[in-house]
């Protein structure tokens, strides 16, 4: 990717703002490392459901399932009913299975550590080439359990990450992960995803954001700051 002026710049505010979060939220903590295909099946319950339900769904799967093998070759209907907490059981519980499968076809055992091998974009062409694996759920598999340098980027990130001017305003959410991987320090990316995350989700809200508290008030180009 050429950088412009314009990403040169962004490279200067990423960093200042990533430096901000760190001061006013500290250094997040990633409550476990998990391995990867664990990491990647966690990521799919967490899809369209909050993190309370992904977890009691994940925890129902592991005391149902003990191996990665036996969720592969559950009865559908029986691996569906296990992880219904975590919603939309009906695509989840093929997704799961599908990618183990594809997983022990690839690699003739349910592993994904080969991955460190390949390029980032290898790495990530992989796995989103399977069911219900989009760039985001790729990226928190890459940087969080395969220490590779990817920037998952969820609702959150990219409203935040618009507002304040990180990105162009009419990036697509695909784009940004590419974007933000060009101008960001890789060392960065986990921290700053998560206090990206604690920004939207606590000050930088979708319809209400508490701008007279956020710590990167000061570097922020949203033209429709709230104070009250």
């Not at 975590?86 to 989840?92: E, I, M, N, T």
């Not at 690839?106 to 989009?134: H, M, T």
């Amino acid at each position: 990717m050429e950088l412009t002026q314009t990403d040169l710049e962004s490279i200067e505010k990423l960093e200042q703002v990533s430096k901000q979060l760190l001061r006013y939220f500290g250094e997040p903590a990633w409550f476990e490392r998990l391995p990867a295909v664990d990491e990647l099946i966690c990521t799919i319950l967490s899809q369209n459901t909050n993190d309370i339900n992904r977890d009691k769904a994940y925890k129902e799967l592991r005391q149902r399932y003990p191996t990665w093998e036996e969720v592969r070759d559950a009865d559908p209907a029986e691996l569906q009913y296990t992880i219904r907490i975590a919603g939309l059981a009906p695509q989840k519980g093929p997704n799961i299975q599908a990618a183990l499968q594809a997983i022990s076809e690839k690699n003739g055992e349910i592993d994904l550590e080969w991955l460190k091998d390949l390029s980032v974009d290898e790495a990530r062409d992989w796995l989103v080439n399977l069911k219900g694996v989009g760039p985001k759920t790729a990226a928190i598999v890459m940087v969080f359990s395969l220490g590779m340098p990817a920037f998952p980027v969820d609702t959150h990130v990219y409203r935040v990450t618009g507002r304040i001017g990180l990105r162009p305003a009419k990036l697509s959410v695909e784009k940004t992960h590419e974007y933000l991987e060009a101008i960001g320090n890789p060392d960065d990316f986990g921290p700053l995803h998560l206090n990206l995350i604690n920004l939207g989700r606590q000050i930088c809200q979708a319809r209400k954001p508490k701008c007279a508290v956020c710590p990167v008030l000061g570097m922020c180009d949203y033209p429709d700051k709230l104070f009250n």
